[in-house]
């Protein structure tokens, strides 16, 4: 007996790992002919702005290796090709596509090295804001009575102001506390802190709402009857299921993080001239507008104003796949 059972075990062990990439497939297969795919594959403006959006990604990521130039590079640099205007224009050269700066700088290449310092800023900062506020709505949402009072009027003192002023203050303070020398070099996390403590009543108000909505249903009572802590309760069964326009709401905010970046970066609050973002970029090119040098600030600008519309329109295409009353 022994000896028959041991063949046995053997395709039992080995079935398993031969249907793994089967099970891959048939996931992704399953994840191709989703709803969302289904409607994105239909919407051509979905598609446009996410591959435009895919474009200006691989842009600013890979700069280093795809700019022509490194524009911030001092070695490089030839102040006698300063104010170079774009191809096109007499006076062009061909090595500077989209003309220079009053520095000699590459607008193209400065606008890709701008473009990270734009994504990086706003990414960090949404996803702080998501942070506090799905936290605190989960907290407010789910504990109810005083605590639920008080987030919610902090929020709603909050929210009086607007966020550009709230990043303006909290930028303030940050650089009266900090030491001058180490400014420049703290400049990139003291504006997502900045944007994100601007940005965090929204999530909170929205996760607050729905979680009161969910908190009285019947999985929610039964995690109660089993002896699930309220932690675990807000953590494994509230968050999945208020998680839908958190991302949509996420989507919006990129563009707005990085528009608020923009313009605290224009108001010469930003990111230091050595590490320009786009705003700091227009900022630089706003002096010489009114002169004859338009591309300076007209190309960043351009740039910044495709960047926030692909995203734009993304987020409105999955605010409209994730309705079910749109289906």
Known sequence: ?????????????????????????????????????????????????????????????????????????????????????????????????????????????????????????????????????????????????????????????????PAILIALLVDGVARAVLPRDAHGSIAVFVLVLAIGVSNWPQYARTVRGSTMVEKSKEYIQAARVIGIRPLGIMWRHLLPNVLGPVLVLATINIATAILTEATLSFLGVGVPPTEPSLGTLIRIGNDFLFSGEWWITIFPGAALVIMVLAINLLGDWLRDALNPKLR
């Not at 990604?57 to 102040?79: E, Q, S």
């Not at 050269?93 to 473009?115: C, H, N, W």
């Not at 506020?133 to 009086?160: E, H, N, P, T």
């Open 1 to 161: 007996m022994p000896v028959d059972a041991a063949p046995a075990i053997a395709p039992a062990v080995v079935a398993p790992t031969a249907a793994t990439p089967a099970a891959n497939m048939a996931r992704l297969a399953r994840g191709w002919d989703s709803d969302l795919a289904y409607s994105f594959r239909r919407s051509p403006v979905a598609v446009v702005s996410a591959i435009v959006l895919i474009i200006c990604l691989g842009a600013a990521l890979f700069a280093p290796w795809v700019a022509p130039h490194n524009p911030f590079d001092l070695a490089t640099l030839n102040l006698l090709d300063a104010l170079t205007p774009p191809h096109g224009l007499p006076g062009a050269k061909p090595e500077y596509l989209l003309g220079t700066d009053d520095q000699g700088r590459d607008v193209l290449s400065a606008i890709m090295f701008g473009a990270r310092v734009s994504l990086l800023v706003g990414l960090a900062a949404v996803v702080l804001a998501m942070l506090l506020g799905v936290s605190l709505g989960l907290i407010a949402g789910y504990g109810g009575g005083k605590i639920d009072g008080f987030i919610m009027r902090v929020a709603d003192v909050q929210l009086s102001f």
